[in-house]
């Protein structure tokens, strides 16, 4: 039943992402719109943090490295939830907006001891935004009047993958992998401009929509060092080379007779253009450090807590980052992240008396500071946010299925106050759900 709830999803899901708005940001009328849009809930509540967050009970497509550490025959699927709520400021004028999307839906294992596979599809880029002003037009005070330009944006692309992972070296205290996901991108986004004239219903309707559909690859390396029994060291790696996309550019204007009706309008210009879109490179370094105080006594129910570090820099090179059909230039992005997860009790299948849910809860607070690709008044974009959440384990089974929830809070602006500020709060929940420990998959049965 299980198996085939997750192939329905899997199928589902395509229609579902094609259909939401996973961005509610003015600068994503840029180039390809908001890259990454969305945040995982481990992730988020750890300062978007996860190059090196390597755990067997966990996914992390973002470094495709991880797959195999998973537990054999113990497959996981993951499934994300993202919302987020903003409000806008600019000189005297405010704004709010919101959005409620899936982030994610990912299906990893571990096949043998040494290597795993994972496949998921989630959502690449994402344009969305609605915005308006106006002009005085005409001279002659008698025959003056008012445009009114709408500005509308929808759509974004999304990146069915397939990622492997191999260990390279596997030792008792050493383990060295190397992983990869390979991904086809696909989707439309549309960026539409309306402009009306307050004294009449008559205008014009611009349209510019992009169409992709390419293969794409990234790059994972995650090396593990066990210093005693209760200290544990990550360094993780990640890299997306520059790619080029094929694509498909249209750009369309009609005269409205009456913008609110499309029917009876004509179209005065319908290009389609063909070329290719060269995509920014990334390059992520990461760590993470366990600390976790294991019982040494024999059939000791006392807890036994773990304490986690964890951080990473992200570079992006949009120098690399190439239009066929527009002229735009982005800045260089850099991305700190910080994260901290206690768990009073790390053995979450424990089922002592002393140990209750809340022993077996982890607690995550974390913040990250950004560089943005766009520029206002020449002055480049920033993002500051802090964040929290909580892992809820599903005590049912003797699975390591849970619950993860998680918090931002932050801010997008370049300190200028004649520009555009935003701040925002996102809540992300997602599921992790694992079969039973008795439930193995791949488990090769003895015949008697």
Same mark, same amino acid.
């Given at each position: 039943?299980? +198996?085939?709830?997750?192939?329905f999803?899997l199928v589902?899901?395509?229609l579902? +992402?094609?259909?939401?708005?996973?961005t509610?940001n003015?600068?994503?009328?840029?180039?390809i719109g908001?890259?990454?849009?969305?945040t995982h809930?481990i992730?988020?509540?750890?300062g978007?943090?996860?190059t090196?967050?390597?755990?067997?009970?966990?996914?992390n497509p973002?470094?495709?490295?991880?797959y195999?550490?998973l %537990?054999?025959?113990q $497959?996981?699927?993951?499934? *994300?939830?993202?919302s987020?709520?903003?409000n806008?400021?600019?000189?005297?004028?405010t704004s709010?907006a919101?959005f409620?999307s899936? !982030?994610?839906?990912?299906l #990893?294992? &571990?096949?043998?001891?040494?290597?795993?596979i994972?496949?998921g599809l989630k $959502?690449?880029? @994402?344009?969305?935004?609605?915005l308006? @002003?106006n002009?005085i037009? *005409?001279?002659d005070?008698l025959?003056?009047?008012t445009?009114?330009?709408s500005?509308?944006? @929808?759509?974004g692309f999304?990146n069915?993958?397939?990622?492997?992972?191999?260990k390279?070296?596997?030792?008792?205290?050493h383990?060295?992998?190397?992983?990869s996901n390979f #991904?086809?991108?696909?989707?439309?986004?549309s960026?539409e401009?309306?402009?009306?004239m307050?004294?009449?219903?008559?205008g014009?309707?611009?349209?510019?929509t992009?169409?992709?559909? &390419?293969?794409?690859?990234?790059?994972g390396?995650?090396?593990?060092?066990r210093?005693t029994?209760?200290?544990?060291?990550?360094l #993780?790696?990640?890299y997306?080379?520059?790619? @080029?996309?094929?694509?498909?550019?249209?750009?369309?204007?009609?005269?409205?007779g009456?913008?609110?009706n499309v029917?009876g309008?004509?179209?005065l210009?319908?290009?389609?253009?063909?070329?290719?879109?060269?995509?920014?490179?990334?390059?992520?370094? %990461?760590?993470?450090y366990?600390?976790?105080k294991?019982?040494k006594e024999?059939?000791?129910s !006392?807890?036994s807590?773990?304490?986690?570090?964890s *951080?990473?820099i992200?570079l992006?090179?949009?120098?690399t980052?190439n239009?066929?059909?527009?002229n735009?230039t982005?800045?260089?992005?850099?991305q700190y992240?910080l994260?901290?997860?206690f768990?009073?009790?790390?053995d979450?299948l424990?089922?002592s008396?002393?140990?209750?849910?809340?022993?077996r809860?982890?607690y995550?607070?974390?913040?990250?500071?950004?560089t943005?690709?766009?520029?206002?008044q020449?002055i480049q974009l920033t993002?500051?946010? +802090?964040?929290f %959440?909580?892992?809820?384990?599903?005590?049912?089974?003797f699975?390591s299925?849970?619950i993860n929830l998680s918090?931002?809070? %932050?801010?997008?602006?370049?300190g200028?106050a004649t520009?555009?500020?935003?701040?925002?709060f996102?809540?992300n929940?997602? +599921?992790?759900?694992?079969p039973?420990?008795?439930e193995r998959w791949?488990?090769?049965?003895?015949?008697?």
């Amino acid at each position: 039943m299980l +198996v085939k709830t997750l192939l329905f999803l899997l199928v589902l899901f395509p229609l579902l +992402v094609s259909g939401q708005t996973n961005t509610n940001n003015p600068f994503s009328s840029r180039g390809i719109g908001e890259t990454n849009p969305l945040t995982h809930s481990i992730f988020g509540a750890l300062g978007n943090v996860s190059t090196a967050l390597i755990d067997s009970a966990q996914l992390n497509p973002e470094n495709p490295s991880s797959y195999s550490f998973l %537990g054999k025959g113990q $497959p996981i699927f993951s499934i *994300g939830l993202a919302s987020n709520f903003s409000n806008f400021k600019q000189d005297k004028i405010t704004s709010a907006a919101h959005f409620l999307s899936i !982030n994610h839906l990912t299906l #990893g294992m &571990a096949v043998s001891k040494s290597f795993g596979i994972c496949f998921g599809l989630k $959502p690449y880029a @994402s344009t969305g935004y609605q915005l308006q @002003s106006n002009q005085i037009s *005409g001279k002659d005070t008698l025959i003056k009047d008012t445009l009114n330009y709408s500005y509308t944006g @929808s759509g974004g692309f999304s990146n069915a993958y397939f990622g492997l992972a191999i260990k390279l070296l596997t030792h008792h205290r050493h383990h060295l992998s190397l992983g990869s996901n390979f #991904g086809y991108i696909f989707g439309t986004n549309s960026n539409e401009i309306t402009t009306t004239m307050s004294t009449a219903t008559l205008g014009g309707i611009r349209d510019q929509t992009l169409q992709i559909k &390419a293969l794409n690859i990234d790059f994972g390396a995650s090396y593990l060092y066990r210093i005693t029994s209760d200290h544990d060291l990550v360094l #993780g790696i990640t890299y997306t080379p520059t790619q @080029s996309f094929s694509s498909t550019y249209n750009n369309t204007l009609i005269y409205a007779g009456n913008t609110k009706n499309v029917l009876g309008n004509d179209t005065l210009q319908n290009t389609t253009l063909h070329g290719n879109l060269k995509t920014a490179s990334n390059l992520s370094f %990461g760590f993470k450090y366990d600390f976790t105080k294991k019982n040494k006594e024999i059939n000791n129910s !006392n807890k036994s807590p773990q304490l986690q570090l964890s *951080g990473e820099i992200k570079l992006t090179d949009w120098n690399t980052y190439n239009n066929t059909f527009s002229n735009e230039t982005f800045k260089n992005t850099i991305q700190y992240g910080l994260g901290f997860q206690f768990a009073p009790h790390f053995d979450f299948l424990d089922r002592s008396k002393d140990i209750n849910l809340i022993h077996r809860m982890k607690y995550r607070i974390g913040g990250v500071y950004q560089t943005l690709p766009w520029s206002d008044q020449q002055i480049q974009l920033t993002n500051k946010a +802090v964040t929290f %959440g909580v892992g809820i384990p599903i005590i049912n089974q003797f699975s390591s299925s849970s619950i993860n929830l998680s918090c931002l809070y %932050g801010q997008r602006w370049n300190g200028l106050a004649t520009t555009l500020k935003e701040d925002y709060f996102s809540l992300n929940i997602g +599921v992790n759900i694992t079969p039973a420990s008795y439930e193995r998959w791949f488990k090769k049965n003895k015949i008697d």
